[in-house]
């Protein structure tokens, strides 16, 4: 017999009076075991709101509870058992630094947790603790490298620059078909959602015997999925692309890396470049 996952949401208000902690409430509230409970705050999937002010994820299991507040668990099972790749520091910059994310690793986590996040990754790296705030994103299924401010002045400031297009982008792609043999180089600008959506490319190289083409990139505008749509629309879809394009399925996953980042540094006045 084939027994389901478990998932669920629960929003739980704190009773008046209650001695109970965190981990307490929501055991009983759930009907989970403590260790569940625990292993789910820990992972970023359980949130608590007082009487006053936003949800903030709650990790400590022993957090004390006030009357008017509540709890919310957002439990998946598959999801919290899963084991996501690392992340590797490319470079530490004090005011931010920079990051390999490996494909499979989302760039921030959802209600049902953060484990499978770089940024939780990047929180838990550094001792003593640094804040982190995420500026930029990859897709999940996109590696290459990925800035994390480490103060909000650092965020702003690095934000400022993405928002004004000053930060040069770099991809590199395996596509499908023989793209050297009809455009190898140029510049694609099919609007996206109705917005001007730029992208630089050049045919590196073609393997016939996968009749693939491996191509750098370079997106002057920041539009969702924008190589990857762009690709698509051009006739030479990424290989292994989930959502775009067709006989390009790949199982060793999608072929799509930022595989650079160029600006100048606002804390530095000096241009930077991180490559892979």
């Not at 109970?20 to 789910?40: H, M, P, W, Y």
């Not at 999801?79 to 790749?85: C, H, I, N, R, Y």
């Not at 023989?178 to 959506?197: H, S």
Request: glycine share 8%; aromatic share 8%.
């Amino acid at each position: 017999m084939i027994v389901p996952d478990v998932v669920f949401e629960m929003k739980i208000a704190v009773p008046k009076g209650t001695s109970e902690n965190a981990v307490d409430l929501l055991a009983v509230r759930t009907g989970l075991s403590k260790s569940r409970v625990k292993d789910a705050m820990n992972k970023g999937a359980v949130w608590k709101k007082k009487t006053a002010g936003s949800l903030s994820r709650l990790r400590k299991a022993t957090s004390p509870l006030s009357h008017g507040g509540y709890l919310e668990i957002y439990y998946d099972e598959k999801l919290l058992a899963l084991k996501p790749p690392a992340a590797t520091l490319v470079n530490d910059q004090h005011h931010y630094s920079v990051w390999y994310k490996p494909a499979g690793l989302m760039s921030q986590g959802t209600m049902y947790g953060d484990h499978c996040s770089l940024l939780r990754q990047a929180e838990l790296y550094f001792n003593p603790r640094r804040e982190v705030f995420l500026v930029h994103r990859l897709d999940r299924e996109t590696s290459g490298l990925i800035l994390i401010a480490h103060s909000k002045i650092a965020a702003a400031k690095l934000s400022l620059l993405f928002q004004k297009n000053l930060i040069v982008k770099k991809y590199r792609a395996e596509v499908r078909g023989n793209m050297a043999g009809k455009i190898p180089r140029g510049v694609i600008d099919y609007a996206l959602d109705g917005k001007q959506a730029i992208t630089e490319f050049e045919v590196i190289s073609y393997d016939p015997a996968k009749d693939s083409s491996m191509v750098s990139l370079i997106i002057r505008t920041g539009r969702l999925h924008q190589v990857r749509r762009h690709m698509e629309l051009a006739g030479f879809p990424v290989i292994g692309d989930p959502k775009y394009g067709k006989g390009n399925k790949n199982l060793e996953g999608m072929k799509l890396c930022a595989a650079s980042l160029s600006f100048q540094c606002p804390f530095q006045n000096k241009e930077l470049e991180f490559t892979l």
